[in-house]
């Protein structure tokens, strides 16, 4: 039984002590704040106490009747709005946590935890850059030391080099402190040097193993690097720490969609749907899964949630183009124009805009307003990203100088021996996504997505850290031994392993970017399949114009560009068929939509598979597909598609330019002049 408070003396003694039972024993801090309330009623340090153990203890509807009434009340106190943010966030009211978070660090802001909580929210709501901004102010105002503030006060201002400096400096000195190693992992985030930060992030979980907040960071770096599994792990150890934290819960279900688990995504997202249902970013993010898993009508509604939530929001509006087979209506269209019009909009939400109302137009049959769309909003989304074609051109010249017949005949045996992986490659729109389709419709071959694996593989040889000096790829490959090459081939079975979930002998890695890299994976997995899917280059590059990708295709975003990288595709590929004869198998979209059961006959033939005819009816799959043909593919072959850039012939001599011969010898290869 809890002894009563005398009125006089010891009402602060008791206080104290009550929040000091909160975490040991909630419960009991309950008893005791109540105890405080019958000698002194409405004391508002007691009502806060009582509210934060019910909350503590698990009683999450008292204590937010508590704390809604003591913030009625007491609506200056900012200790007040911030547990009622948490109480809030407990009962899933996420978007009135939020508010309650924002009136709190108005009123002080200089409350760390508040900082790191309303971070978690804004990862949860899709807004990186807030969330970032957030987390950097943590980080400043829980720290008291003198340099470490300097450092705090840097970050925040987006003064990187400074902090990054100053950071290393105090880390001489101080190699073990914690929250500089945190701190300078955020700098590394900050600049793109993930493998950075996560090593200074393991570095920070060795030496404090119940640093929650670091332990999601860490989570969120893997994720950046594709590191899906890891980042798993990750994040359930946060989780497991903090599991109503629905910021984690959204990186989960973003992981889990990256590992191809789309219905635990989905159950995840609906959680996170549920805790803020007036934020747009987390509709749209919702909707991107649905999306895949075929759901297209919930899809539709998810967007046009985002939209009616942020009506100049123009990613949802390209996300609805981006669908294919979706046609916007004409108050629709009048909408996008209308968001035009304004001189308010953001850069991202007009580029998005363009794109989709280039479709709409297209569909509409208006191809000069399509165009135009097309163009203006390509040109806005290139003023945004450094690409140079000259590198690329560069980097075709640097392997066909490394990747001779002589090289691959010394290296013959090398590698993995497993013959798991067909490899599908090509660029972009070039109908890989169907021959994705077809393949994984034969009960012997599993599609699982884009995998980057070959990418961070390549990545990381292109690492001077890997032969402990500067080294390019791929002329490092020419340095790699026997068992190099197969503990690479292993390596890549090994992190690809996960995404194979039904045990079948063959899977599909459909990233289109590895023809960058059939040098590696040839050295690396001599058995595996590669598989060249090529469309006619006005077809395939106009397509790929009309596409606003997310992220890694900057060369589609100009006539002139796509025309340079289509050239040095084609130049590369040949290459490769000159010292690797018949290693490639190539197909030809014409072609395969011209006489489909021989083309899927030819390709099953060299895939050493028997025929089935389930691969001739592969729109009845109703696998999830993640990339923009997804409604596309659950449809049969149309042939009127081939042509189709054929309406907008007038505007592409910019492209026909610079393809060149490229384009009269389609599809056989123009003789290449010598580098």
Known sequence: MTAAVEPAG??????????????????????????????????PQAILLLGIGQRLRGDVPAALAVLTDLAAHQPNSAQTHY??????????????AVAALRRALQLKPDLPDAWRVLGDHLRALDDPSAADEAYAQHIRHSTRNPRLLEAAAALCENRIAEAEALLRDYLKQTPTDVPAIRMLAEVAARLGRYADAESLLERCLELAPGFVAARHNH????????????????IDQALAADPRNHGYRS??????????????????????????????KVWMSFAHTLKTAGRQQESIAGYRRSIELAPHLGEAYWSLANLKTFRFSAAERAAMQALLDRDDLSAEDRFHLHFALGKACE????????????????????ALIQYRADDTSEYVRRCQSVFTADFFNERRGWGAREADPVFIVGLPRAGSTLLEQILASHPLVEGTMELTDIVSLARELADS????????YPEVLASLT???????????????????????????????????????????LPNARIID???HPLGCCFSAFKQHFARGQHFTYGLEDLGRYYHDYVELMAHIDGVLPGRIHRVIYEEMVDDTELQVRRLLEYCGLPFDERCLRFYENDRAVRTASSEQVRQPIFKDGVDHWRHFDAWLEPLRQALGPMLDSYPAVPPFEPH
């Open 83 to 96: 547990e009622l943010g948490l109480t809030l966030a407990a009962d899933g009211q996420g978007d009135a």
């Open 219 to 234: 989570a969120v770096v893997l994720h950046r690097q594709n590191k899906s599994p890891q980042a798993l792990m990750a």
């Open 533 to 535: 899917a090529r469309r």
């Open 482 to 524: 026997a068992e190099q090459c197969e503990q690479l081939g292993r390596r890549y079975l090994d992190r690809t392993r996960i995404y194979r979930k039904q045990g079948l002998p063959f899977f599909i890695d459909k990233m289109p970017n590895n023809f960058a890299h059939v040098g590696l994976i040839h050295l690396i």
């Open 465 to 472: 850290r890997w032969k402990g000096a500067d080294s390019r």
């Open 251 to 280: 990186l989960k279900a973003a992981i889990l969609s990256t590992l191809g688990d789309y219905d635990a995504a989905i159950e995840l997202y609906s959680q996170v749907v549920d805790a803020y249902p007036r934020h747009a």
């Open 10 to 43: 010891t009402l602060d003694t008791a206080l104290a002590h009550t929040a000091h039972l909160l975490h040991r024993d909630p419960a009991l801090a309950v008893e005791q704040a109540s105890e405080i309330l019958k000698v002194v009623p409405g004391h």
């Open 363 to 382: 569909d509409m049959g208006d191809h000069a307003s399509s165009f135009r769309h097309y163009d203006t909003g390509n040109r806005q989304r290139r």
